[in-house]
């Protein structure tokens, strides 16, 4: 069966440091890769996402990049962590191929503290 | 962009219907409507998702109107761990997510 995971759970950093979320996927192959964050009290907005290793979109111009080094592993970063950058961070996976009918699949998230 | 329309929030007692509904008025004709929910501090939950014909599973029901232009979730028997944000999207290939309806589940 497929399985996603996300580390860390919790996360507090200074502001100006920088930021790595990991995210990887067992069980399949070629999957769809999303990241995702929640702002306190709001809905999640799509950050990134990948169709396959390098290949990155991005739907918001922010402090984050992405990057896909390999199939099943998709990573968020910055190089210097602003305040407004505090959030719930999810990742997401779905089949590659996914016709509309297919749904994504999401980890159990990183909450992200820039003090 | 979310491209649906859900009230804020809602109360149900529990072990009564709730019924979460959902406008979605320019819905294309090969657009599904999907249904998740997040509890508190967790990922997404997907519950069911449907074209045009009503749906059922083991979680809930799905009645979408025959114009599709608006949809209800149904959890049949609410309980209170079914306290949680519900999200209805409409999916075109990106999955956009509105804010949802915080539905609590009352003793």
């Known amino acids: 069966s497929q399985t996603i995971h996300q580390w860390p759970a919790t996360l507090v950093q200074p502001v100006g440091s920088p930021l790595s979320l990991e995210c990887t996927v067992e069980?399949?192959?070629?999957?769809?890769l999303y990241w995702y964050r929640q702002a306190a009290g709001r809905g999640l907005q799509l950050l990134f996402y990948s169709v396959g290793i390098g290949q990155i979109s991005s739907e918001v111009p922010q402090n984050l990049s992405a990057s896909r080094p390999q199939d099943r592993q998709f990573i968020l970063s910055s190089k210097k962590l602003l305040l407004s950058d505090s959030g719930f961070y999810l990742c997401a996976w779905s089949v590659r191929t996914a016709p509309p009918n297919y749904g994504y699949t999401f980890g159990s998230g990183t909450r992200l503290t820039v003090v | 962009d979310a491209k649906t329309t859900q009230p804020p929030s809602m109360d149900c007692a529990e072990g009564r219907a709730a019924n979460l509904p959902c406008n979605h008025s320019?819905?294309?004709?090969?657009?599904?409507v999907y249904w998740y929910r997040q509890i508190h501090s967790q990922g997404p939950q997907y519950i069911i998702h449907g074209l045009k014909n009503n749906e059922t599973n083991e979680m809930a029901s799905l009645i979408i109107t025959e114009d599709r232009k608006s949809s209800t979730l149904i959890l049949p028997h609410a309980t209170l761990r079914d306290t949680a944000v519900y999200y209805c999207?409409?999916?075109?290939?990106?999955?956009?997510f509105g804010t949802g309806t915080s539905l609590t589940v009352i003793p």
């Open positions: 999207i409409v999916r075109v290939f990106q999955f956009y």
């Open positions: 320019t819905i294309s004709g090969n657009e599904y």
């Open positions: 069980g399949t192959s070629n999957p769809n």
